[in-house]
């Protein structure tokens, strides 16, 4: 699996109504804090950093995408607004593809940025979708990551641990092998052996 941090230039169209207020007030970012289907559509909670706090949620009244809003706070630099609004037609196919952004997800300008989870084959299909359509993007970031529960035996998972917690590989030692083996209640020999295994476990998939 990889962890991408995604930044991708997003239409004001109707899916993309946000995206031409961003637009228009390029120096706000509109921080969406959860995203969820509704009976009546898709309901989200939206942060929105600005000094022009009065004159966006003029927009939201203008906006015949909007079913509903309520304003839950607002200050001097701050609107946090709570809206609900049509499922967009692209809603369920990225869904499908199981690579909804993880949030906050953040819209400032016209461009969309998040970070996502994915397998290689769904983020190859992802950018040559995007590319397709001819969508801007920018991969801010990627890193790679993978299952470790079935590196090690639960046997050798049980004495790295108690090595790890007791110090063994500090500089200085915190302990000795023939002090870890008493603890564990074995003797020296497969103390080390059980150590080495895993060692040689951890280091293989630590270098592919």
Same mark, same amino acid.
């Given at each position: 699996?990889?962890?991408?941090?995604?930044?991708?230039?997003?239409?004001?169209?109707?899916?993309?109504?946000?995206?031409?207020?961003?637009?228009?007030?390029?120096?706000?970012?509109?921080?969406?804090?959860?995203?969820?289907?509704?009976?009546?559509?898709?309901?989200?909670?939206?942060?929105?950093?600005?000094?022009?706090?009065?004159?966006?949620?003029?927009?939201?009244?203008?906006?015949?995408?909007? @079913?509903?809003?309520?304003?839950?706070?607002?200050?001097?630099?701050?609107?946090?607004?709570?809206?609900?609004?049509?499922?967009?037609?692209?809603?369920?196919?990225?869904?499908?593809?199981?690579?909804?952004?993880?949030?906050?997800?953040?819209?400032?300008?016209?461009?969309?940025?998040?970070?996502?989870?994915?397998?290689?084959?769904?983020?190859?299909?992802?950018?040559?979708?995007?590319?397709?359509?001819?969508?801007?993007?920018?991969?801010?970031?990627?890193?790679?990551?993978?299952?470790?529960?079935?590196?090690?035996?639960?046997?050798?998972?049980?004495?790295?641990?108690?090595?790890?917690?007791?110090?063994?590989?500090?500089?200085?030692?915190?302990?000795?092998?023939?002090?870890?083996?008493?603890?564990?209640?074995?003797?020296?020999?497969?103390?080390?052996?059980?150590?080495? @295994?895993?060692?040689? @476990?951890?280091?293989?998939?630590?270098?592919?």
């Amino acid at each position: 699996m990889v962890r991408v941090h995604l930044r991708v230039e997003i239409g004001a169209d109707d899916d993309n109504w946000l995206a031409g207020v961003s637009t228009d007030f390029s120096d706000a970012e509109f921080k969406i804090l959860t995203s969820q289907p509704v009976d009546d559509g898709v309901l989200e909670l939206i942060e929105v950093t600005t000094s022009e706090g009065d004159a966006i949620v003029r927009r939201f009244d203008d906006a015949p995408e909007v @079913r509903s809003y309520e304003v839950l706070h607002s200050d001097d630099g701050m609107v946090l607004i709570q809206l609900v609004f049509p499922m967009p037609s692209t809603y369920e196919a990225r869904r499908s593809m199981e690579i909804l952004p993880r949030f906050p997800l953040i819209i400032r300008d016209g461009w969309a940025s998040g970070v996502q989870t994915a397998s290689q084959e769904q983020l190859s299909k992802l950018t040559t979708e995007l590319a397709a359509a001819h969508i801007s993007y920018e991969i801010l970031s990627v890193t790679h990551s993978y299952d470790s529960t079935g590196l090690l035996t639960e046997r050798q998972r049980e004495v790295i641990t108690e090595a790890v917690e007791r110090g063994y590989y500090d500089s200085p030692r915190g302990c000795t092998l023939v002090e870890l083996a008493e603890t564990l209640g074995v003797n020296q020999s497969a103390a080390s052996g059980v150590l080495h @295994r895993a060692e040689g @476990r951890i280091i293989k998939e630590f270098i592919s």
